[in-house]
């Protein structure tokens, strides 16, 4: 497919804009429709199978997170796996190379912010405001048919955004039209971007993705992404997908409970989800949100009476009417939990994390939190851990596999993550202490997460 004129770009609909913007002449296995969640949503045209590529997304911008907690990251190559240094044109942006200085993707900003703004006072010769306003700044370089398609996405006012960020710098005023289209890019990045990482190489980034920004969210979603070396989206079925149904992905974490997943998304994304996992208390019999209960001595567990009503009581399991707690006191106990497993995970002191973890029920929140943490992130090698980190590493491994299982949530990323990491301790184990560990075991793990893992199945590949 060629691209149209300027002037026939206007009159397409949206799905033939982003199969001109996919650059994909392959049969799609996506359609745009109306949704009973909420807007347009994609869906199936066909069954889809469990693991099928459904399609690959280019980007329409990238560049670095806009949130001022984050690591700065080089503009260049979107790392901070490498020490950075300001760029030496004096544009108050960091870098890591030369080769990131003047590569394509750091030149156009660089000499609009030479041009545009006055810099001073910073901190190392890098401002951290400026940085945050990059990806909405490349937007300005968009063509016609990648503007088209921004005008098309849903967008929506937040209360900060990175053109006032940008006024504190300028000298010289933007253009009306400019000013408009950055305001708009900004509410379209918060309302449609994903976050990325990548794998290893300390990739940090803010990507929108044309055809992604059409999919609707669920807390139980039937695909999974990953960002591949060219930065495109890739998304796949985590679940068999029926012909018609709504493909759906996830803005959230999976592995939180249900309160703060909803949070996150009214803070982040202005909605409150309804889906099936956020109307069950107990979230598919995992009690991810659980508290026991503080009537001694009951030892129940209390969940919330109405999981979509942030101001419902918390029930007791024990179904005795006087063992509740009020809503905001639960919040404030799972809040101080959060913040007590983030200061054990960072000391990685597993005596503490034993006695933290006998204090709450089994699969709470915080409790998965550590485990996350400890399966995935946590500092040094297999090989000089002790045979007891060893040991909880690997039944967190198995408590997280099993989580994912009841929350249905499929053969998705994640997993393949944690059974690579169970990989590497089952051998670890077996080198160690000489026992036999099941062979065939091992190897299914194996095959399993290379599967989950390997998303170049190009012979599936759709749009
Ligand atoms: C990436 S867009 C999804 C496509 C959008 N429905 C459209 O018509 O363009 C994200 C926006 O869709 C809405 N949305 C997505 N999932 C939702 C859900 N589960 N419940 C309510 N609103 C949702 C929210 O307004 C969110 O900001």
Known sequence: MSEPRDDLIDTLSVEQ???????????????IRDSHIHG?????????????????????????RSGTSSDPVCVGCLSNSSPLSPCSKNCALPVCSSQCENSVQHSWECSFLRDHCTVENTKDGVSLDLVRTVTPIRCLQMSRLKRTIVRALETREFPICEV??????????????????????????????????????????????????????????N????FDEANRMVVKAARTIGKEEEIL??????????????????????FLCRCARCKDPTEFDTNLSAIYCKTKPCGGI?????????????????????????????????????????????????QQIQMFLKGIPENSQSGIQIRKYFVLQSKGQITDMTDEILLFKEQSCYKLLDLIKRLKLGRNYLKGLILRELFHLLQEKSKRSQVQVDQDQVDSIKTEFEKILKFDVTPQESG
């Open 223 to 226: 695909t999974t992404y990953w």
């Open 302 to 350: 209390l969940l919330p009476g109405n999981p979509l009503d942030i101001k419902s009581d918390w029930l007791c399991s024990s179904k005795i009417k006087e063992h509740k707690m009020g809503a905001q006191k639960a919040f404030q106990l799972l809040n101080i939990w959060s913040k007590v497993a983030q200061m054990l995970t960072e000391n990685e002191d597993l």
């Open 17 to 31: 804009l982003l199969q001109l913007h996919l650059k994909s002449e392959l049969p799609c296995l996506w359609t």
């Open 164 to 221: 006032d960020v940008l006024k504190r710098y300028l000298h010289k005023k933007l253009p009306a039209e400019d000013d408009k289209f950055l305001r708009l890019c900004c509410g379209t990045l918060d309302t449609n971007a994903y976050a990325g990482t990548g794998h290893g190489k300390g990739l940090i980034f803010r990507g929108l993705y044309a055809l992604s920004a059409m999919m609707n969210h669920s807390c139980t979603p």
């Open 249 to 270: 992905s996830t803005y959230t974490s999976l592995l939180w409970g249900t309160a703060t997943r909803r949070s996150f998304l009214s803070n982040t994304k202005e």
């Open 40 to 64: 347009r949503g994609l869906f199936a045209t066909r069954d889809i199978e469990q693991g099928e590529v459904i399609f690959r997304d280019e980007t329409l911008v990238i560049g670095p």
